[in-house]
């Protein structure tokens, strides 16, 4: 296994619990995985469009949507977590969901 001083053995990187499969996942077919394809994709257009450039990541801070995601005092992760929210805005913006989609058990 090859190191350096910057990264950590991938096999001693904790994934959060909820993201780690339990049996074993068809990515092309898991709402969670094709939301995540879905923001990457609509972030790295919108960042074009704004002529902020395609590389790397541009996140402005402080808008007014800062408070859904991270409630005063609280937690992000006391609030409905993004998976959560999947389905519904896939399917808000128009994207068609195929035949034997899998939804997660933690998801609903």
């Not at 053995?9 to 959060?16: G, K, M, N, Q, Y």
């Not at 923001?39 to 002529?51: D, K, N």
């Not at 937690?75 to 989609?101: I, Y």
Request: charged share 25%; net charge positive.
């Amino acid at each position: 296994m090859r190191t350096n001083p910057h990264s950590q053995p991938t096999e001693r990187i904790a994934l959060p619990r909820r993201l780690v499969p339990r049996r074993p996942v068809h990515f092309e077919m898991d709402t969670r995985f094709a939301y995540l394809e879905w923001l990457r994709q609509e972030a790295r257009f919108l960042q074009m469009e704004l002529g902020c450039g395609d590389k790397g990541e541009f996140s402005p801070i402080g808008t007014f949507t800062h408070r859904y995601h991270i409630p005063f005092g609280e937690s992000w992760r006391d609030q409905p977590q993004p998976s959560t929210r999947a389905e519904t805005v896939l399917r808000a913006v128009g994207v068609k969901f195929p035949r034997g989609l899998l939804v997660p058990e933690d998801a609903a």
